[in-house]
């Protein structure tokens, strides 16, 4: 071995290789773009790329402090029913993969709620992670929608979910199919109660809550270019068998066939949410007064018909 290969490969290898800070933890990642990016960097601008704008996954935490005013917000705690009830075992058990995706995201579940204010007006809100088992939706994110809509209904508050999944779990499978059915009955009660619900679709959105309430809002907002839809783009192309156009199941696409209302970059969501909520707020506030008003006056027309008789 001679001293260039001793001594000076190494410094040239240490030069390239990524810097990592005290914890261990790399200090760079690299974007779709295919530049890589100062972490901090891409943390101080809401984890969207400086270079190409590409919205990087948050966590729940991340989203909901980024979203409530003054990063003030409670947590709150929803029902877990029994895990793993089917003993599902594929070359992993999933009792194995729950304890795996607890450790990492430091949640029970995918699905988190909070409450907190956006623009000084109360709100529920529920985020989904990723991390969690690709953000799937299972009994315990079922359980967990349905507490957070009965919390805004019972506090007469907004109810805003951001979708970040690959769809039903499939350790679960027919109860994981069950909470399609249960998260629609939960925003049906939300209508009937006008209580607004606004979902953003974030990326990815697909599978089964994209046939159920991800795409049942008052207002659909998505980020840019997230992938929105329900099967694959492979599988839709086999199956139409014709090719599909590049900017397929993209936020922007979905939009301009209009199955959303808005594409909405990152840092201006809070701003536009809170807007709409304003909007939102006063109509059923006065639709409220309407109603009201509309009993007194059959109620006045009941008594002078009672009084002729």
Request: proline content about 3%; some cysteine; aromatic content about 8%.
């Amino acid at each position: 071995m001679n001293w260039i290969t001793k001594f000076i490969k190494p410094r040239i290898a240490a030069l390239f290789k990524k810097k990592t800070s005290e914890s261990g933890e790399a200090l760079w990642t690299t974007c779709e773009c295919k530049n890589l990016i100062y972490k901090e960097d891409l943390q101080n601008n809401l984890k969207t790329c400086p270079k190409c704008g590409a919205h990087h996954k948050l966590t729940c935490l991340e989203r909901f402090e980024i979203f409530f005013d003054n990063k003030e917000f409670e947590i709150l705690q929803t029902p877990i029913p029994k895990e793993d009830p089917l003993n599902f075992f594929d070359n992993k058990s999933y009792k194995d993969r729950l304890r795996d995706a607890k450790k990492k995201t430091r949640q029970d579940d995918a699905v988190l709620i909070a409450t907190g204010k956006v623009q000084n007006t109360d709100v529920t809100v529920g985020a989904q992670d990723f991390r969690f088992i690709g953000g799937s939706f299972g009994a315990a994110s079922g359980e967990a929608f349905i507490h957070g809509a009965q919390h805004a209904i019972t506090n007469r508050q907004p109810f805003i979910f951001f979708s970040c999944s690959g769809g039903q779990r499939m350790m679960e499978s027919g109860i994981a199919l069950m909470q399609m059915t249960r998260t629609v009955l939960a925003v049906n009660e939300l209508k009937k109660n006008k209580i607004p619900y606004i979902v953003v679709l974030t990326n990815p959105t697909t599978g089964g809550v994209t046939a159920s309430w991800a795409m049942l809002g008052d207002i659909l907002i998505a980020e840019p270019k997230a992938v929105v839809g329900f099967a694959g783009r492979r599988v839709i192309q086999d199956t139409v068998r014709e090719t599909l156009p590049e900017e397929f199941q993209t936020a922007e696409y979905v939009r301009d066939h209009g199955g959303l209302d808005l594409v909405v970059e990152r840092k201006y969501l809070r701003s536009t949410i809170g807007t709409l909520l304003s909007v939102l707020l006063k109509k059923a506030e006065t639709q409220a007064n309407t109603d009201a008003s509309n009993v007194v006056s059959i109620d006045k027309s009941l008594q002078q018909s009672s009084k002729a008789i």
